[in-house]
């Protein structure tokens, strides 16, 4: 059984250096509308994707990292991680969110 953690490193080893950063400056942005705050560039700076992952899963808990992934993965046109992160929370149960 895959964790929520494992689901998402997964997820974020398939971009580019590229992409990892624009994954990373749309985190320092957030989205409070949607009740996304924003990390502080201070501790994204330097984040490799462990570190990014354990700093959305304290910032948003387990559901909203991934909910938050989702968001941005779509914004960098990476719709096929979507699904695939998408068919593993359904799998998983990764929606539920216990953080593993």
């Known amino acids: 059984m895959t964790s929520t953690k494992e689901a998402l490193w997964r997820t974020l080893e398939h971009l580019t250096a590229e992409q ?3 994954f990373k400056w ?7 509308e949607n ?3 924003a990390i502080p560039e201070a501790r994204l700076e330097g984040a490799d994707r462990l570190d990014t992952i354990d700093l959305m899963v304290q910032k948003y808990r ?3 990292a991934v909910q938050k992934t989702m968001k941005i993965l779509r914004k960098i046109n990476r719709n096929d991680l979507v699904q695939d992160l998408s068919n593993q929370s359904n799998e998983e149960n990764l929606l539920g969110f216990r953080c593993r």
Request: some cysteine; charged content about 25%.
């Open 20 to 22: 990892f950063k624009n």
């Open 26 to 32: 749309f985190l320092k942005e957030g989205d409070m």
């Open 35 to 37: 009740g996304f705050p």
């Open 62 to 64: 387990c559901p909203g």
